[in-house]
């Protein structure tokens, strides 16, 4: 069955690190924007970052610019969030999707949605 998978979240303090791994089974993520995610309880789904399907664009909220970095590796059909200095804020459920990227406000999901994983930041 194609589907996206998440992993990689956990618990951390504030001012701590995460990388969050996004693969795929049963196709290809090379080639394929991919964008990630993230929802909190009780706030509306928002973007956090997104990498263009030939790799020259990547995007970002602003909140999170200069703190986390998107990247990939076609070898391990895999999609990585690299979070540094996380903050309270950062605590939500994560969620990465095929995506067209066209800018840091604007990345679109379509096809394909991962289970989630939780990232918690709290001292």
């Known amino acids: 069955q194609d589907q996206l998978m998440e992993s990689g979240g956990g618990m951390v303090q504030p001012g701590g690190s995460l990388r969050l791994s996004c693969t795929a089974s049963?196709?290809?993520?090379?080639?394929?924007?991919i964008a990630w995610f993230r929802q909190a309880p009780g706030k509306e789904r928002e973007g956090v970052s997104c990498?263009?399907?030939?790799?020259?664009?990547?995007y970002y909220r602003d909140s999170v610019k200069g703190r986390f970095t998107i990247s990939r590796d076609n070898a391990k059909n895999a999609v990585y969030l690299q979070m540094d200095s996380l903050k309270p804020e950062d605590t939500a459920t994560y969620y990465c999707?095929?995506?067209?990227?066209?800018?840091?406000?604007?990345?679109?999901?379509?096809?394909?949605w991962g289970q989630g994983t939780q990232v918690t930041v709290s001292s």
């Open positions: 049963g196709f290809a993520l090379k080639g394929l924007g």
């Open positions: 990498i263009t399907a030939n790799d020259r664009d990547t």
């Open positions: 999707a095929t995506a067209n990227c066209y800018s840091s406000t604007a990345f679109y999901a379509h096809g394909y």
